[in-house]
């Protein structure tokens, strides 16, 4: 029998997406722990957990607590907008957890006071919080552990991960990223990019091979037989990417911003000085990076996060006692509104 239901709510549940990399671990966490995980989405795309219940729901705010309830639920995480809105003052108990966001302003982040917790994946994030909350540190080791062995003589393989969107080119670095093979100038270095959407022509041109659309098992299979991962991305609230390529003994060059220095030995206060020592840096000195990266990323693992997630949730969750709605009404409307939704994207386009 279940524990109860947790219903987490994120605005997109699809590949490529950190958020929904988080999600998916969680929930298989809770359900071991014997709980009962759901995920409400506004958008769903094929690709990820089959085995995960998931359930759309496009933004209505005035139907969405009465679905919500039709779940009888313990504890609801809302993990981004515009859900925690309209969860104010809501009687169920629930979570604001924080992922970051792409317009992050300086100073503190407004958060909702009526959340019976809020949670951050980093320090950097979380100590930011008014009102106050904590941070769980996300895992990266979901796509397992490698231990690096030195390659004397091989060419140091370069790697970064990118998702091409609007929002992301204003903070991801696209730039830089373009202009380093031609910045460096080394011939014994190769350089390989998963792109994730957008047009790979411009990157190609600029001496990159790109993957497009790489699914978690080549990229896994890449990291392992890289050398470097670049983040020049300047505010992370975790970077996941980075996390994973340094579990598969891929060592990380990070730009200082964001919760990079917590997750990363190797930080860089502007892009030439990171372009700078790509020029100069040797094979031995790479062998030694991927060590020390690898070492000093173990913390970051999902077996700690499930740790402080479970004592969250088992902490917070209240046993439902109320009636559970059908919510015929509030499920046949946000049918609707789901094919609206996906009717519009497609027009968007």
């Known amino acids: 029998?279940?524990?109860?239901?947790?219903?987490?709510?994120?605005?997109?549940?699809?590949?490529?997406?950190?958020?929904s990399v988080v999600i998916r671990e969680q929930c298989r966490i809770l359900s071991k722990a014997g709980w009962r995980p759901v995920v409400g989405a506004i958008r769903c795309e094929p690709g990820m957990d089959p085995e995960i219940e998931v359930v759309r729901f496009p933004f209505i705010p005035f139907l969405l607590r009465q679905r919500l309830e039709a779940f009888a639920p313990s504890?609801?995480?809302?993990?981004?907008?515009?859900?925690?809105?309209?969860?104010?003052?809501?009687?169920?108990?629930?979570?604001?957890?924080?992922?970051?966001?792409?317009?992050?302003?300086?100073?503190?982040?407004?958060?909702?006071?009526?959340?019976?917790?809020?949670?951050g994946p980093s320090r950097w994030l979380a100590e930011r919080f008014d009102p106050p909350g904590i941070a769980i540190p996300n895992g990266g080791d979901h796509l397992g552990r490698s231990v690096p062995a030195p390659r004397p003589g091989r060419p140091i393989r370069v790697v970064a991960a990118l998702r091409w969107g609007s929002a992301e080119a204003r903070y991801k670095g696209n730039d830089f990223l373009k202009s380093l093979p031609g910045r460096?100038?080394?011939?014994?270095?190769?350089?390989?990019?998963?792109?994730?959407?957008?047009?790979?022509?411009?990157?190609?041109?600029?001496?990159?091979?790109?993957?497009?659309?790489?699914?978690?098992?080549?990229?896994?299979?890449?990291?392992?037989?890289?050398?470097?991962?670049?983040?020049?991305?300047?505010?992370?609230?975790?970077?996941?990417?980075?996390?994973e390529a340094q579990h598969l003994g891929c060592a990380g060059l990070a730009l200082s911003g964001g919760a990079h220095d917590e997750i990363c030995q190797n930080i860089f206060p502007d892009e030439e000085s990171l372009a700078a020592y790509l020029r100069g840096v040797d094979r031995a000195e790479v062998d030694s990076l991927r060590v020390k990266a690898f070492e000093s990323i173990a913390p970051y693992s999902w077996k700690a996060h499930g740790r402080a997630l479970l004592d969250l949730v088992e902490t917070r969750a209240v046993p439902w006692e109320g009636p559970a709605p059908r919510a015929p009404f509030a499920s046949l409307a946000h049918r609707i509104a789901s094919r609206g939704y996906d009717m519009a994207r497609k027009i968007a386009r």
Do not use: K, N
């Not at 029998?1 to 958020?19: D, K």
């Open 184 to 243: 460096t100038g080394r011939s014994d270095m190769a350089w390989e990019l998963f792109l994730r959407g957008g047009d790979a022509c411009e990157f190609e041109a600029a001496g990159w091979m790109v993957m497009p659309d790489p699914g978690h098992f080549l990229m896994a299979s890449r990291w392992r037989e890289a050398d470097l991962h670049l983040a020049p991305s300047r505010i992370e609230s975790f970077d996941l990417p980075l996390a």
């Open 1 to 19: 029998m279940s524990r109860g239901v947790v219903v987490f709510l994120t605005s997109v549940w699809a590949p490529g997406y950190g958020v």
């Open 75 to 119: 504890l609801v995480v809302a993990c981004t907008a515009p859900f925690p809105h309209a969860l104010a003052d809501w009687s169920v108990p629930w979570v604001q957890w924080d992922h970051g966001r792409a317009e992050q302003p300086a100073g503190a982040l407004r958060m909702e006071p009526s959340a019976c917790e809020r949670v």
